[in-house]
């Protein structure tokens, strides 16, 4: 049984070069191996083995939710190796299992957030001038969100001069590795999630709701060497292919 | 064989009917009886609650004492049992029982399920594929196996969305799974449809899931294209039938994954649910919730939506209003419309008790309602060259469906606010449309006058008026608004109505009214509103496109008007079937016409505006009878007309009757049934003449009874039929017989001898061809016993049509290898006895038989006795030749109905016979072929004979006739 962090740095952030050498060690969480089977013959049809592992950590290290991640990868896997005699060869079998954590006791209490998109309240445009009216409200129930319930709140586009293509919600990562030179920042996104579509109806709330997908999320994470962290943009695209986003960083937790 | 004598045995009849009769036993009163009236006491079970029950009390009270099957019954049939059931068992079915009191007990239960009464979708289904198509060219655009929004991408968000759906999109081209179809016709666009069904079903019987999950995906993004919007509808009835599909499979296989060990009951819970299915179930759900186009997401999510029961008690109960928000983010009002009534159907099929979000669903529709005037909408609409009347009846399926939903048992306060809402909205055309179909009729009814004047106000220019007082035509005909406002709902409506234009329109509203106007008016109004329909139907002959609505017209009108005086004394209603001059449409009319004649006419009648209105329509059936017409058609043509003909009776002006079957004749000449039956109408008539004349028929009668055998004579030979042929003449004849007509009888029966030869080995019965031989033999006999009473033709010889008729038989090519002939010798055997007695067995009043013609004139008896030796020659010789053959088993039976005839016709005091009759009895029995029963019987019946007075010479015969033993 083995437990790995892999961390992997962006070939943006560092050089080319430099990602392919310098990649950082994988980190061990947890390994350990045991004889389930002794030498011997195993009779013909269908054998069943039980085993079982304590999951004791190495060291002082902690075992850390599963997470698929681009950069940052922690995964469990067992492998079955089956030795054999000189003339047959050696059969092995790999199998990831999947960590959650002990939920937390601690509950949280949702704050919703509100806020307010005009043009008048986005940064980095080019010509403030060109943009058309808008006028968008919303909210969302909480930032602070639990992994295993959705993600809620509600747009209501109060006016606009010209039509909406499609709102989304797009579920961002931010994957920081630590590494000799300081640490990589990258964030990349997850899932896009449509919750509208043509030019709605002006003044009616239109739900936010999105599912954390398994796997690709975990709790938020911070340790010495890297981190993982979640943000939600709501991304408003006007028929005129503006695209206009507002960036929410998450905090995730199982509860 | 040297000739056998013939004597006939003398026959008392009468002295044999008394011995023949049984003693007669007075019956006691009150004694048990089989044919005493069986009482049926009156044991309804009458529930105090049960009102309004249709059905008649069956109570017949009588003093007669119990009778035992009732007693052992508890006083309680059956019968009357089943009929306490089913009347209060009918007040839940239908759907104008007064629910107050009644159903009070079944309501819980009514809430859970969605009952019989719910209109389903199914049947909704065709009716918008009809009616909803296209000509222009559609398009299918499928991204096979592009995985967008499913698996998270890797890109980076840096890459702009565009540039990297681009990507995706040439990824895609690779595999070459992007298919777009273009220009296909509506048909086409229904089958490929068809085959990505199919796919999807192929997909995941051979376990692939994913790809399974991606055509359903990809379809219900077909949903979101708007294009050829005509068609919309239909595109979505097509593309729900996949989801529905899917959503079953999905279900099933969870069903199937935790029914391992015993199935599940229906109704189980989440705690009869093992992990793996719960865990494929969320897999489901994750899978789905990561579906990056919203549309998609919601429809496969409100298809499987039925599978929350696997995973929690009130999944299905948080997901509806969740799925019913997550519809506001769709921009295209159409589409939204069709994904609410979507998730409607699903909802009402999966929980029907959660109306809250069906209200809501609705509530946000009206919300949205503005959007269907807005910018976008019109900017759509002007590209693809659609009206607006049109465009907005795009929406009155999902409305109706929405609002059906709703009103479905919904309680009168929810339906007076659903109005109230709308009429906030202005009126508005559409859902005033889609309230007057959903809504309960009655609800309707009651508030007709009110839905008059909103529909007065609405806007013109939006939605057709005549399709507004359509919908509220069709909820008038099932039910009846107050009884005053009547006329009024009437006069106003049809104001609007006559004043549409367009024929096709007209008419399709004017058909709904006519039930209405039916259902509460006199032939008056009826007659004015077919006045106005021909009026509008006739220029440019545009009631060539509307025979289906025209016909339903005749249709209401037949329902409701059954007294066909009142119905052809409407001076337009001939005019209006005039306008059906398509062949087969105006003899289908007809047909409906005359269905409802012979079903509803009771009395005969003699009506002249009846007769000569059926006799056009009659005619009209008749006419399009052509060599082509196939023979069941022609045969329920026939019967209708037959029908018809029965129910004409001109009382005792018996020679119009005549005259009107002359004119029959004439009309009818093509359908033989029809021939027939005025054949037997005229024969009806002469005996009916005889009964009212008392058998003595004056000079002027006589003439008609004769006028009325020559029309039969005349029409007989007509038919092809030859067996009906035959069995005519000799009714016809028999008729003219009793109505003293003696040379008009002859004619008939000389005819009928005349074309025995003609008959036919085989003849087709019911499409099989089977030997004619039984029916021949049949007939014979009957002709035979005939015979008896027909007195010889004085300028013939004596007996001049049995020898006639036996001639005939002898001369007729009979099958090989039959007996039909001899037995036929063997059958006019007894004949030729019966005419040698003083007294025959039976005669004709006031004809005089050959008995009284030859008062037992040796000659004549020694001519009979000549004929019977000549037949048992014939008959004996035949006998040897079966000897010879291997028919022994045919000759024992010949030989034993010949015995039976001379024991039961011939003297046997003569000994020849009695000698002969000893040999046929051995003959009979020589090689055991005989039933041993019947031969025990038959001895047992001589020995009885044989102790009746002036028959004890019998008893020498019984003692020569011996019983062999089966060996």
């Known amino acids: 049984m083995e437990g790995v962090v892999n961390l992997q740095l962006s070939s943006k952030s560092v050089g080319v070069f430099e990602a392919f050498y310098n990649s950082v060690k994988p980190i061990q969480l947890i390994s350990s191996n045991i004889e389930v089977a002794k030498a011997g013959k195993i009779p013909g049809g269908k054998t069943e083995i039980p085993f079982e592992f304590p999951l004791h950590t190495k060291g002082n290290k902690v075992l850390y939710e599963t997470y698929h991640g681009v950069f940052v990868n922690i995964q469990y896997s067992l492998r079955c190796d089956m030795r054999r005699s000189l003339l047959a060869k050696d059969l092995s079998r790999n199998c990831e299992f999947i960590v959650h954590c002990q939920p937390q006791k601690a509950k949280v209490a949702p704050t919703p957030v509100n806020f307010t998109i005009t043009p008048d309240t986005l940064e980095n445009t080019r010509e403030r001038s060109l943009l058309p009216k808008f006028l968008i409200r919303g909210h969302l129930d909480a930032t602070h969100c639990v992994i295993s319930q959705p993600l809620t709140g509600e747009v209501v586009l109060e006016n606009s001069d010209v039509p909406i293509k499609s709102i989304e919600l797009q579920l961002v990562r931010v994957e920081t590795c630590g590494c000799a030179e300081g640490y990589a920042r990258d964030a990349t996104e997850i899932q896009n999630i449509q919750i509208a579509e043509g030019d709605v109806c002006h003044g009616l709330s239109i739900p936010i709701y999105m599912v954390f997908p398994r796997l690709f999320t975990c709790p938020t994470l911070e340790t010495t060497n890297f981190k993982v962290e979640f943000e939600v943009n709501v991304v408003i695209v006007l028929h005129d292919d503006h695209l206009i986003t507002e960036n929410f960083p998450l905090k995730l937790c199982r509860v | 064989m040297a000739a056998v004598q013939w004597r006939s045995r003398g026959r008392n009849y009468e002295a044999e009917l ?63 049992m089943f009929a306490a059931a089913s009347a209060s068992e009918t007040p839940a079915i239908s759907r104008s029982a007064s629910a107050g009191d009644l159903g009070r007990k079944r309501k819980e239960k009514e809430e859970e399920a969605v009952g019989a009464d719910f209109e389903p979708w199914s049947s909704k289904r065709g009716e918008i594929l009809a009616r909803f198509t296209t000509t222009e060219k559609l398009s299918i655009n499928l991204f096979m196996g592009s995985d967008r929004g499913k698996a998270p991408s890797p890109g980076s968000s840096a890459v702009s969305e565009k540039v990297r759906t681009r990507l995706e999109e040439l990824d895609d081209l690779e595999e070459g799974s992007q298919r777009e179809l273009l220009n296909l016709s509506q048909q086409d666009y229904a089958n490929r449809i068809e ?94 919730a990561s579906i990056r186009e919203l549309l998609p997401r919601l429809y496969v999510e409100a298809a499987i939506l039925k599978c929350n ?32 009534a979507y998730l409607c159907r699903v909802g009402v099929e999966v929980a029907p008790h959660l109306k809250d979000s069906l209200n809501q669903n609705f509530f946000d529709l009206l919300g949205t309602f503005r959007q269907i005037g807005g910018e976008s909408v019109r900017k759509q609409l002007a590209l693809q060259r659609v009206e607006a009347p049109e465009y907005l009846t795009l929406y009155s399926p999902a409305i109706s469906w929405i609002l059906q939903c709703i009103a479905y048992r919904a309680p009168e306060p929810l339906l007076t606010e659903m109005m109230e809402r709308c009429k906030k909205l202005g009126n508005n055309a559409l859902l005033l ?11 309707v009814a009651d508030r007709a006058t009110d839905f008059i004047g909103m529909i007065k106000d609405c806007d013109e220019a939006g939605f057709p008026k005549h399709l507004l007082f359509g919908s509220l035509g069709r909820s008038l005909a099932c039910a009846d608004p107050p009884e005053s406002e009547r006329l009024t709902i009437l006069n106003e409506a049809w104001k609007v109505i006559t004043k549409v234009r367009s024929p096709r329109d007209y008419v399709n509203c004017a058909e709904i009214w006519v039930e209405f106007t039916c259902r509460h008016f006199t032939k008056r109004e009826v007659n004015t509103i077919l006045a106005d329909i ?71 009648t003699r009506d002249p505006v009846i007769l000569n209105a059926m006799l056009h329509i009659c005619k009209t059936m008749h006419d399009s009878v052509n060599a082509l017409t196939l023979e069941d058609e022609r045969r329920s043509l026939a019967l209708l007309i037959i029908g018809f003909i029965r129910m004409v009776s001109f009382g005792r002006d018996f020679e119009q009757q005549l005259s009107f079957c002359v004119e029959a004749r004439a009309t009818f000449c093509n359908l033989e049934p029809v021939l027939v039956q005025l054949i037997h109408t005229v024969n009806q008539l002469a005996m009916e003449t005889r009964r009212v004349m008392r058998g003595s028929h004056s000079r002027k009668t006589a003439a008609f009874v004769r006028a009325c055998a020559a029309y039969s004579f005349i029409t007989i030979p007509s038919l092809s039929s030859i ?51 039984s029916f021949l033999l049949d007939f014979t006999n009957n002709f035979l016993a005939m015979l008896l009473v027909v007195p010889d033709h004085p300028e013939h010889g004596v007996l001049y049509l049995v020898r006639g008729l036996l001639n005939m038989v002898q001369d007729y090519t009979w099958e090989d290898n039959s007996d039909a002939k001899v037995r036929v010798y063997v059958s006019a055997l007894p004949l030729l006895a019966a005419m040698g007695q003083e007294t025959y067995v039976y005669s004709v009043p006031k004809v005089d038989s050959n ?53 039961a016709h011939g003297d046997l005091r003569n000994n020849k016979l009695s000698q002969l009759a000893v040999n046929l009895w051995n003959l009979s029995h020589k090689h055991g072929h005989c039933e041993p029963r019947v031969s025990v019987r038959t001895l047992e019946f001589v020995k009885h004979q044989a102790q009746q007075p002036d028959m004890s010479h019998l008893s020498d015969t019984v003692q020569r006739l011996t019983l062999q033993s089966r060996t």
């Open chain 2, 309 to 340: 029961r696997f995973l929690n008690k009130s999944g299905i109960q948080e997901t509806l209003p969740r799925l019913t928000a997550m519809i506001k983010g769709i921009g295209d009002p159409l589409v939204a419309a069709y994904t609410r």
């Open chain 2, 851 to 903: 008995e009284t013609l030859y008062g037992g004139d040796p000659k004549f008896l020694s001519e009979i006795n000549k004929l019977c030796e000549t037949l048992i020659g014939q008959i004996l010789d035949h006998l040897k030749v079966l000897g010879r053959d291997e028919g022994t088993r045919r000759q024992g039976a010949l030989a034993f109905s010949l015995f039976g005839v001379l024991l």
């Open chain 2, 433 to 443: 449309n889609s309230v007057m179909r959903a809504f309960r009729p009655e609800f």
């Open chain 2, 534 to 604: 021909i009026k509008h139907m006739t220029p440019d002959r545009a009631f060539e496109d509307a025979y289906s609505q025209l016909q339903s017209v005749i249709r209401k009108i037949l329902t409701y008007f059954h007294d066909f005086s009142v119905l052809f004394s409407m001076e337009r209603f001939l005019p209006f079937l005039d306008m059906f001059q398509k062949d087969s449409v105006r003899v289908e009319v007809c047909r409906s016409i005359m269905e409802i004649f012979i079903k509803h006419q009771l009395d005969l």
């Open chain 2, 18 to 80: 008394q011995r023949c009769r049984p003693e007669v036993a007075l019956v006691e009163f009150g004694d048990y009886h089989p044919l005493k009236p069986i009482m049926v006491t009156d044991t309804k079970t009458r529930h105090g609650a049960r009102k309004g029950s249709t059905s008649s009390s069956s109570s017949s009270s009588s003093s007669v004492p119990p009778d035992p099957l009732s007693s052992m019954l508890d006083g309680t049939d059956p019968l009357s």
């Open chain 2, 195 to 288: 085959e990505l069904n199919q796919s999807l079903k192929e997909a995941w019987a051979s376990d692939q899931k994913v790809k399974a999950l991606k055509i359903v995906i990809q379809c219900s993004k077909l949903l979101s294209d708007t294009s050829v919007i005509q068609f919309y509808p239909s595109k979505f009835v097509l593309i729900t039938d996949i989801l529905d599909t899917f959503g079953q499979l999905v279900y099933d296989r969870i069903w199937s994954m935790c029914s391992d060990p015993r199935p599940l009951p229906d109704s189980f819970t989440v705690d009869d649910v093992n992990d793996t299915a719960k865990e494929t179930c969320l897999n489901w759900f994750f899978k789905i």
């Open chain 2, 723 to 773: 067996f009906s042929r035959l069995s005519l003449y000799l009714l016809s004849g028999q008729v003219a017989l009793a109505n003293q007509c003696l040379s008009q009888a002859d004619a008939f029966l000389k005819a009928a001898v005349s074309i025995l030869p003609e008959v036919p080995r085989s003849i087709s019965v019911e499409g099989k061809l089977r030997s004619s031989e």
